[in-house]
Nanobody, 121 residues
């Protein structure tokens, strides 16, 4: 029911910016997650399609999640990137209602994008 298409990954030098996008339809909540080699998948940012955004402490004030309802696109604007941000980034969507405490929990999402690599040097 929920379809996702990601784009925007790439390489950028430390301090630079990069914006990821994810085309999502039929979602109640959308989240961005990342996973570095040999590390667990962690929630980065999430939003309710009806409003409300949430961020991991590690990216607050640097990353911004937003949604363009006209194109069903969710963005993750990443500024002041650090080498520690290097990871595979995934867009995920949930169709059913979800409490905010679960928004950054990977297990709460059933639909995932293919992942896009972000490398910060």
């Amino acid at each position: 029911q929920v379809q996702l298409v990601e784009s925007g990954g790439g390489s950028v030098e430390a301090g630079g910016s990069l914006t990821l996008s994810c085309v999502v339809s039929g979602a109640y909540a959308v989240g961005w997650f990342r996973q570095a080699p040999d590390k667990g998948r962690e929630g980065v940012a999430a939003l309710y399609t009806s409003g409300g955004t949430y961020y991991a402490d590690s990216v607050k004030e640097r990353f911004t999640i937003s949604r363009d309802s006209s194109t069903d696109t969710v963005f993750l604007q990443m500024n002041s990137l650090k080498p520690e941000d290097t990871a595979m980034y995934y867009c995920a969507a949930r169709r059913q209602v979800l409490q905010s405490t679960w928004l950054l929990h990977p297990s709460a999402y059933s639909e995932w994008g293919p992942g896009t690599q972000v490398t910060v040097s």
